[in-house]
């Protein structure tokens, strides 16, 4: 009988054939990746490791037609150095606008000093744990991780609520300003309908703006701040002749608001770590975000000081007349109208940086506190340009409704919320010390657990002071928007239970909860 071909393949026994093949194939793999006879299985399970926290994994893993995240495409998406100096120069400070209130509150003498003690008491300090927290833990949730990796997630949602919405009320400040500084040309935008509309207006521009990329916004904001800066620097040649160095000098202690005078310094020095919200869309954050911080702090002092010089130095001092607006008239009496609508213009433009780095900053909280799992899911979504559509239009709404309250109220409520938030950092960075000595630093403040102790020390003395001078009615609309943070954490975690909202947490981010180990490498 004649055995065909198909009749031999079917008598072969296919089974063990696989199971022959499959143990030849294993030797040979032991064989070649074999250190020693006791290591060849020991090995094996460690080739998927945990991301080590500090560092970021920059493998991409995509399924089969998978749409790759807009923001993560393409590299040149990312921030690059001039850019993110201005975005902190923005988030911080924007020019001169607003440090008015200083010589009104306290005479030139103090405002100049001001300027000079302020940053070293407090902005240094901010600026240094900014970098040190910002490179430790390079993504978009920023502080959020800093206080939940410290404290847990409970007080790290509470130190993103509060964040958030001193950045919102900040924000919402800008608008004011804008239409401050150009009332004097256009009467009408004092109040009333047009006003409203112009606010509502500006607001919408921006917020598009913030949409089309945080990339546009970099470079946006570098060429708004030179042509911010630019007319401070015109003013301050033609103020040289004219200035009598007596005027500097003249201060009168008994006759000082501290009140506004610690909250006008407050808030224009304040915001260093609003940045590290934006950590994640930085290219090499670990070199490029420290030097950033330096250059800006540099930019920022002297973006103050020398405005202050030339106003309070080449003009007779009228205190009265010291309030937001202020350097416009300055300028039409030191060079005429044409500095005057310079100045302006440059105002204009100055709140248009501002806020769009602070919208930055503010969406992209929302974005990486969905990526922890602390808010739903939709929060992590982006547009097509890679920016956090929902965060973008929850900040925008936020900015509307706050935009009605006056320049003090917004900056004496937003401080207070603020420094909620700072004693979190403060003690976060403390107790990260401690509790993970030897974790991975990129840039690490000298002086070990002492040092860091110390540093923060002159800071929080200045919250405190801060706080007690706060009006009764700002303490009361504060604590009561704080407590809303208390509650809704809880709400957001029994949604979550009940799977009416998914929450998810982003897989490319080290658990800071359960895989603290990752911190030591």
Known sequence: MVTTKLETKSSIDIPNVLQEVAKVQNDKFLQNTQIGDDQKVKDLPQREATIPMGECNDAEYIQINEVVSPSRANNDRKLSLLPLVFLIFYEVSGGPFGVEDTVQAAGPLLALVGF??????????????????????????????????????YWGFQQGWVKWLSGVIDNALYPVLFLDYLKSGIPALGGGVPRIIAVVGITLVLTYMNYRGLTIVGWVAVLLGILSILPFVVMGLISIPKLRPTRWLVADVHNVDWNLYLNTLFWNLNYWDSISTLVGEVRNPKKTLPKALFYAVILVVLSYFFPLLAGTGAVPL?????????????????????????????????????????????????????????????????SRHGTPLIGILFSASGVILLSWMSFQEIVAAENFLYCFGMI????????????????????KIPGGTIGAI??????????????AFSTVKVMIISLAAAAIGLVMQPCLKRIEKKRWLKFSISPDLPDIHHDNGGLLH
């Open 116 to 153: 000079l003690v302020f940053p070293i008491i407090w902005s240094i300090p901010e600026a240094l744990i900014t970098a040190e927290l910002g490179t430790m833990f390079p993504e978009n949730s920023g502080y959020v991780v800093w206080v939940s990796s410290a404290l847990g997630p």
């Open 318 to 382: 009228e205190r009265d007349l010291w309030t937001d607006g202020y350097f416009s008239d300055i300028a039409k009496i030191l060079g005429g109208v044409w500095l005057r609508w310079w100045i302006q213009g440059a105002a204009a433009l100055s709140n248009m940086g501002t806020f769009v780095a602070e919208m930055s900053s503010d969406s992209f909280q929302l974005l990486g506190m969905a990526e922890r799992g602390m808010l739903p899911e939709f929060f992590a979504k982006r």
């Open 424 to 443: 979190l950092e403060f003690i976060a960075f403390v107790r990260l010390r401690i509790k993970f000595p030897n974790a991975s630093r990129p840039f």
């Open 454 to 467: 110390l540093l923060c020390i002159p800071p929080t003395i200045l919250v405190g002071v801060v706080l």
